[in-house]
């Protein structure tokens, strides 16, 4: 029963600290907060949270503000994430569901967070190595020149233009194009890639008169499509790519500018940085937070991570969530990443 009193004492103390950015006093809690009990019970209350170090005086004669160890437990001992209202959600369904490629996907998730949020956002691009291949087209522009579009699980659409060295009849076209679904379609990257080198071996090093691996197709040709498609798959510029937005609201925590925004701006600038921020993140909604210095950079120990990982199914390609200073409103954030993820998840799945 006190355990439960003293709970429910630090989860005001968190409420009223977020909302009002004051350190909370016995009295205040008493008047705002329905806890059943007198001043002096939750005076010895806050004393006991004191002494086991959930939340500290700022400075004499002040109220209490929650330590990280503090909101740890607030965290840990939610009982429900706070839902998202209708509007909200349909808002996010209508925002999202108007992109065109991965790229807007990505870059509309990022400005809804961090508007859902009130925080700084960080969306990672999804990764090609946990990518699969969803499909492969080869359209003919010229008898001499192929256009070769690949299909990512990721949502990620490439497009190469192929000069041939030999023409192409639609019937060995056809015959390749059938042979390049069989070993891509469906395979992770790395397993696609293994089954197409297959494909196209060096033309040289073919025995003369060696029947060309594609029946009716000249074996350079081959090569040159294969070669096209796994430069495709093996370009790994968006495994290292995030987008960010939001980085205006930390105008919002002028007051602990030293000590939480400088480190957090610069940090804005080092993609690296956050990619290991938010690179742990669960997936299946699962939702990660990080507070203070349970963080892996040192340097933001004053700073919070809410993150999630997202993709189609259930595969994790990449991850995003919000970082700011610890104080923020760890309910409702959470709430919000784990549904914006939830619905680029949904689009992806859906191609």
Request: proline share 6%; aromatic share 4%; glycine share 8%.
């Amino acid at each position: 029963m006190q355990e439960e009193r003293r709970l429910a004492v630090l989860r005001a103390i968190v409420e009223d600290y977020v909302a009002t950015e004051e350190p909370v006093g016995s009295k205040a809690l008493v008047e705002r907060h329905g806890l059943g009990v007198s001043p002096a019970t939750v005076r010895n209350d806050m004393a006991a949270l004191e002494d086991e170090g959930y939340i500290a005086q700022p400075h004499t004669s002040a109220g209490r503000i929650p330590t990280d160890k503090g909101y740890r437990l607030f965290v840990d001992r939610l009982t429900t994430v706070k839902p998202l209202s209708g509007a909200e959600r349909r808002a996010i369904s209508t925002f999202l569901e108007g992109a065109v490629d991965i790229d807007d996907v990505v870059q509309r998730s990022v400005r809804l967070l961090s508007q859902l949020t009130r925080q700084v956002a960080v969306v990672q691009y999804p990764t090609l190595s946990g990518s699969t291949v969803r499909h492969v087209e080869l359209v003919v522009l010229t008898p001499e020149r192929v256009l070769v579009v690949l299909i990512l699980s990721s949502g990620r659409v490439e497009q190469r233009v192929v000069e041939l060295p030999a023409a192409l009849d639609e019937e060995a076209l056809a015959t390749l194009r059938s042979r390049v679904l069989h070993a891509a379609t469906g395979q992770r990257i790395a397993e696609a890639m293994e089954a197409l080198a297959t494909l196209a071996p060096d033309p040289e090093e073919l025995p003369h008169g060696a029947p060309s691996p594609v029946p009716g197709a000249d074996p350079r040709s081959v090569a040159a499509v294969v070669d096209v498609l796994l430069e495709a798959m093996s370009d790994e510029r968006s495994d290292q790519r995030v987008a960010v937005g939001g980085a205006a609201n930390l105008a919002r925590f002028g007051d602990s500018f030293d000590t939480a925004v400088r480190p957090l701006l610069e940090a804005l600038e080092e993609h690296v940085v956050l990619l290991k921020l938010i690179g742990e993140a669960g997936s299946g909604g699962l939702v990660t937070v990080r507070i203070g210095a349970e963080g892996p950079i040192e340097q933001l120990s004053s700073t919070s991570v809410v993150s999630t990982g997202y993709g189609p199914g259930s595969q994790s390609l990449a991850s995003l969530g919000i970082v700011g200073p610890t104080r923020m409103d760890y309910p409702s954030t959470m709430a919000a990443v784990r549904a914006v993820a939830g619905y680029v998840s949904r689009i992806l799945d859906e191609g």
